[in-house]
């Protein structure tokens, strides 16, 4: 992965073998040193500038690519290309559309929503949707709502060493795909979407090993290969290692990591995690130096807000716009003052089974994001006005039980005021 700007692809390219050029073998992909002025890149070769048309004529090499790329011009504008298209779909459907893409019925297929009804766990195909980015991706570790993953490209040409080529078999995408343990990272367990594919068993047949899946155990060992800079398991089949030269692979590797960038910068929305440091709410009220029956004549907000505050409990919005004056702050900063939800809650929250009906209650109002944590916040309350602490002696599978039982009920009672069922 390089620190350069990613570029924009507006077209999908074109499905080649790894690591070929079809059309373009008769192009030198090492180039030359340049003489004089830095060589033409690939988008200025059909309308270079003035100050390139100079270097044109005397660099051979960028002679050379301008024609082939005069063999292969497309002189069909993007824009009327996508206007084109809206047409196509306005007038014929979808299906007139399916000669002007790559994208296979089984991809096309995987493209719509759907109730994800399992857990996430090492070793399974996702598809992740945040916002306006869909990814697909394979679980590499979870760390309660953190989840590491390998990004996943049907563009085999972006394998490198550490990236796993697998064949159409290995999902129902029915393509071949290339799983990027070198381009891993780790993002919320809330954008998981749909399950694409089932973890694999390990197997000692060959054949059935190579069209299937890593099992979990074998993706860990490769994404600890490429930590450690070692050497990868055998027995599975890689990309080639990326040259100095290989621009159009390392360009298409950064657009792939700068998609999940957004993806892991989706965990800026949960609440609780603020920037710098920050006096915990209790210790701001702590310092008022007044008992919770004297806060509460003082400010009009009710004695339970403050004895749950004692408790290590959160405030609302609402809430904390009461309380901000008599802090001498913001409500923001208030909210920002809250401990931090229980994990355990915001992994009930973040589950992809969850998502349906947050969308549902988005329709109504706001965003899938805003109703998941207003959902957590709401719960959160309730638990800590009827609940002091939890048992020390409960397990997180317990607590985790508990957390899914109060969703429940939330969202059930949210649905019905808008007349629908979960």
Request: aromatic letters at 6%; one cysteine or more.
């Amino acid at each position: 992965m390089t620190g350069a700007p990613a570029p924009e692809h507006r077209r999908s390219r074109a499905a080649v073998q790894p690591f070929t050029q079809t059309g373009f073998h008769d192009v030198d992909v090492n180039p030359p040193a340049a003489v004089a002025d830095a060589h033409l890149l690939d988008v200025d070769l059909l309308s270079p500038a003035a100050s390139g048309l100079k270097h044109l004529a005397e660099c051979g090499w960028c002679q050379q690519r301008q024609q082939t790329a005069e063999r292969h011009r497309d002189d069909f504008d993007d824009d009327d290309f996508l206007h084109a298209a809206r047409q196509r779909a306005e007038t014929g459907g979808v299906a007139a559309l399916a000669h002007l893409t790559r994208l296979t019925p089984q991809l096309q297929a995987l493209t719509g929503d759907a109730i994800a009804r399992e857990d996430v766990s090492a070793g399974q195909l996702w598809r992740l949707r945040w916002g306006q980015v869909t990814e697909l991706a394979v679980v590499v570790g979870i760390d309660r709502w953190w989840v590491t993953v390998a990004p996943v490209t049907t563009d085999v040409n972006a394998a490198d060493e550490y990236s796993v080529l697998l064949p159409p078999t290995a999902s129902a995408l029915d393509t071949a795909i290339a799983v990027c343990f070198s381009l891993e990272c780790t993002v919320p367990l809330f954008v998981f979407d749909r399950l694409i594919a089932p973890a694999s068993r390990p197997t000692l047949d060959n054949e059935q090993a190579a069209a299937q899946l890593p099992p979990p155990d074998a993706a860990r060992d490769v994404w600890r290969a490429w930590r450690r800079g070692s050497g990868v398991p055998p027995n599975l089949t890689y990309g080639c290692a990326l040259d100095d030269g290989d621009l159009d692979r390392r360009e298409l590797r950064s657009v792939i990591a700068a998609s999940f960038t957004v993806l892991v910068g989706a965990s800026a929305c949960i609440p609780g995690s603020p920037r710098g440091e920050v006096v915990p709410l209790a210790q701001r009220v702590r310092d008022l130096g007044l008992r919770p029956s004297a806060l509460a004549e003082q400010t009009g907000i009710g004695m339970e807000v403050f004895m749950r505050i004692n408790r290590g409990g959160r405030v609302t919005r609402a809430e904390a716009e009461k309380l901000a004056p008599y802090l001498d702050t913001d409500a923001q900063t208030v909210l920002d003052a809250n401990p931090a939800l229980d994990d355990e809650l915001v992994v009930e929250v973040s589950s992809p089974h969850r998502r349906l009906a947050l969308r549902r209650l988005a329709q109504a109002d706001g965003t899938e994001d805003t109703q998941r944590w207003a959902a957590a916040e709401s719960v959160s309350t309730h638990a800590a006005r009827t609940v002091s602490s939890r048992p020390a002696s409960a397990s997180t599978t317990s607590a985790q039980a508990s957390w899914a039982a109060k969703v429940d009920i939330y969202l059930q009672h949210r649905l019905a005021e808008l007349g629908e069922s979960s």
